[in-house]
Nanobody
Framework: QVQLVESGGGLVQPGGSLRLSCAASVSIFSIYKMGWYRQAPGKQREPVAGIVSGASTNYADSVKGRFTISRDNAKNTQYLQMDSLKPEDTAVYYC???????????WGQGTQVTVSS
């Protein structure tokens, strides 16, 4: 059974930075897609960033140019580097891995990111 452990969330001032980590209990070398969603209070969960086949990246327009997704295959970990954070980035962030196009998605437990003065 695949397990994901998220870390790196916290409270940061506007303009600050955080790096979220998501470590998997299995190899992520050949995984189809991985990335991050977030859910703010009163809103639906929305995609933030993703990596397809370990190469192509995509970002929500709201975070493009500020967030960077990356992976470390040796550590079976993906990261979300968040810079120039804004109050509207406040949400619970969930990482995910999807092994193949037809596989079920495995989700992390979520980590709270709060951007406030």
């Amino acid at each position: 059974q695949v397990q994901l452990v998220e870390s790196g969330g916290g409270l940061v001032q506007p303009g600050g930075s955080l790096r979220l980590s998501c470590a998997a209990s299995v190899s992520i070398f050949s995984i189809y897609k991985m990335g991050w969603y977030r859910q703010a209070p009163g809103k639906q969960r929305e995609p933030v960033a993703g990596i397809v086949s370990g190469a192509s990246t995509n970002y929500a327009d709201s975070v493009k140019g500020r967030f960077t997704i990356s992976r470390d295959n040796a550590k079976n970990t993906q990261y979300l580097q968040m810079d120039s954070l804004k109050p509207e980035d406040t949400a619970v962030y969930y990482c995910y891995f999807r092994a193949t196009m037809t596989s079920a998605t495995t989700w992390g437990q979520g980590t709270q990111v709060t951007v406030s003065s």
